[in-house]
């Protein structure tokens, strides 16, 4: 059984929408899968994205089911982070505010 720091990069099977491969990259980096959901988007517009998509799912394996982004130490992202990162993928706030509410949110942890 894999420990905390042997965190694996696999396919999720709690946030997934097509295969898990968006889900299971953004519980390895610790980011919203939607903005790597959006990447993959616009990738696959201009071209290389929906090969991509298709090559990580072959390659990823399959995560294990009910092993959602709290596994990781460095997944677990708080709601007011979550918020903030919303609201910068939608143009409200800028990088440097986002910036600050990230510093201020891992000083108060």
Not at 61 to 71: E, I
């Amino acid at each position: 059984m894999l420990g905390m720091d042997d965190h694996r990069l696999t396919r999720s099977e709690t946030d997934k929408r097509i295969a898990g491969v968006c889900g299971g990259l953004g519980e390895y980096f610790g980011i919203d899968p939607i903005l790597i959901r959006v990447a993959f988007v616009l990738l696959a517009l201009m071209g290389p994205g929906l090969i991509a998509y298709i090559v990580l799912w072959i390659v990823m394996p399959k995560g294990q089911p009910g092993v959602g982004p709290a596994a990781h130490p460095r997944a677990r992202v708080s709601p007011a982070l979550h918020i903030a990162e919303e609201r910068f993928a939608r143009g409200e706030i800028s990088a440097e505010e986002l910036a600050q509410i990230r510093t201020d949110l891992t000083r108060s942890a």
